[in-house]
């Protein structure tokens, strides 16, 4: 049973760091394309960043640049979202994903992914 949990969220005040987590179960980790995704209220789900099964590419939505690192740890079948400098627009419920297709370079669509969490809430406020 594959199984992606994040944690990592909470309510932080502008201009501060979250990192979050997400630790996969049931797949080999290490040949999946891993994502973030995150969903506001109100709007439809938002790709943020990516990274393949060798770490070699990642991807950013142009929001987060600078800001966001995504990063993984394949020894703890673990995925990575570092966030600085945080900002109200990034409140949302933020996804965690795993795409098994190998692609160059990573997806951006929710549809190429095969496996999500339930989400983990980040509030930021102004």
């Known amino acids: 049973q594959v199984q992606l949990v994040e944690s990592g969220g909470g309510l932080v005040q502008a201009g501060d760091s979250l990192r979050l987590s997400c630790v996969a179960s049931?797949?080999?980790?290490?040949?999946?394309?891993m994502g973030w995704f995150r969903q506001a209220v109100g709007k439809e789900r938002e790709f943020v960043a990516a990274i393949n099964w060798s770490g070699g590419s990642t991807g950013y939505v142009d929001s987060v640049k600078g800001r966001f690192t995504i990063s993984r740890d394949d020894a703890k079948n673990t995925v990575y979202l570092q966030m600085n400098n945080l900002r109200p627009e990034d409140t949302a419920v933020y996804y965690c994903?795993?795409?098994?297709?190998?692609?160059?370079?990573?997806?951006?669509?929710?549809?190429?992914?095969?496996?999500w969490g339930q989400g983990t809430q980040v509030t930021v406020s102004s």
């Open positions: 049931g797949l080999t980790f290490g040949l999946y394309t």
């Open positions: 994903a795993a795409d098994r297709t190998s692609r160059w370079p990573t997806s951006k669509r929710a549809s190429d992914y095969d496996y």
